[in-house]
């Protein structure tokens, strides 16, 4: 089994990648997605104590919108959920990967891989980059944020320069057309154990 990293900054696209290896039948566990559900349930008493209840709505569901304010303006209380969801998604991950232990390919994608050390579960890395502007543009009409919001977030995240050095692969995610064929690429060298780098 090869377990393949997927990483980017926020808006680069990495879901565009993401959904080509699992069209093509390839197991993907989102990290952020794990986590989300996680905050909703196991994690919820231990996030409520430090963020209040105003970060779930009356459902119960986390409201990304009011925690991402809280977190993105303060870089300790960052850290602090980071540690809290960090190891409780990578536990989620041992799992998955034993459920799909027969699977040639595992995607594993998570916005932060190297930031937090993921990373070093994984054998091979793919770093997806995109214009900045682009970045912005995207996040804007996705989360229907403002510029000034988006940047902040953006400014969280460490750059592309100091994530390529942990990369094996940078994919620039410009068009779809195009990043589909390098990934076409790149899963067929995989496939046939390959030496890309």
């Known amino acids: 089994m090869i377990i393949v990293g997927l990483t980017g900054g926020i808006g680069s696209g990495k879901s565009t990648i993401l959904n080509y290896f699992r069209e093509r039948g390839y197991p993907c566990f989102e990290s952020d997605e794990v986590g989300k559900k996680l ?96 970045r912005i543009k995207r996040i804007m009409a996705r989360d229907s944020a403002n510029k000034s919001e988006v940047i902040a977030k953006i400014s969280n995240q460490w750059e592309d320069k100091k994530k390529e050095k942990y990369a094996d692969y940078v994919v620039e995610n410009i068009s779809i057309q195009e990043t589909h064929e390098k990934v076409k690429n790149l899963i067929k060298k995989l496939n046939n154990k390959e030496n890309f780098y």
């Open 39 to 134: 905050l909703e349930v196991e994690l919820k008493e231990t996030v409520v104590k430090l963020f209040g209840e105003e970060v779930y709505n009356t459902k119960g569901i986390l409201d990304r919108k009011v925690i991402s304010k809280k977190v993105f303006s303060n870089s300790k209380l960052l850290e602090t959920l980071n540690n809290i969801v960090h190891p409780a998604v990578n536990e989620a991950f041992e799992k998955f990967k034993k459920k799909y232990q027969d699977s040639p390919i595992i995607v594993k994608e998570a916005a932060i891989l190297i930031e937090s050390g993921s990373y070093k579960s994984c054998d091979i890395i793919i770093l997806v980059k995109a214009p900045l502007d682009e």
